[in-house]
């Protein structure tokens, strides 16, 4: 069972960057789509964005042009830099693996069913 961890959450400012990091414990990714999400209180979980083994990558209209997903394969991590955070991206950030299909315009982002394999969360607060 792939295991991942999610780190790199914390507290910043409005208008600041984080970058958030998803690895495995247990198991590698680089055969694996990464997918991340957020789920803030109160509200159902949102598809941020994914990347195929390949490299080809999809976004929520949401964070298109703020948020940036890639990978390091040597590494065995997956990073989502997020940039001009607001308040309302406060929530916990998660990564997901399993095999799937993510290229520009597949209707995929959100699709956190299709996901087998889940990390715990990394909180993001924006708040000043």
């Known amino acids: 069972q792939l295991q991942l961890v999610e780190s790199g959450g914390g507290l910043v400012q409005p208008g600041g960057s984080l970058r958030l990091s998803c690895t495995a414990s247990?198991?590698?990714?680089?055969?694996?789509?990464i997918g991340w999400f957020r789920q803030a209180p109160g509200k159902e979980r949102e598809g941020l964005s994914c990347?195929?083994?390949?490299?080809?990558?999809n976004y929520a209209d949401s964070v298109k042009g703020r948020f940036t997903v890639s990978r390091d394969n040597a590494k065995n991590t997956v990073y989502l830099q997020m940039d001009n955070l607001n308040p309302e991206d406060t929530a916990v950030y998660s990564c997901?693996?399993?095999?799937?299909?993510?290229?520009?315009?597949?209707?995929?982002?959100?699709?956190?069913?299709?996901?087998?394999?889940w990390g715990q969360g990394t909180q993001v607060t924006v708040s000043s």
């Open positions: 990347i195929h083994s390949g490299g080809s990558s």
């Open positions: 247990e198991g590698t990714l680089d055969s694996l789509t």
């Open positions: 997901a693996a399993d095999r799937l299909t993510c290229f520009p315009g597949l209707a995929i982002v959100d699709r956190d069913y299709l996901y087998d394999s």
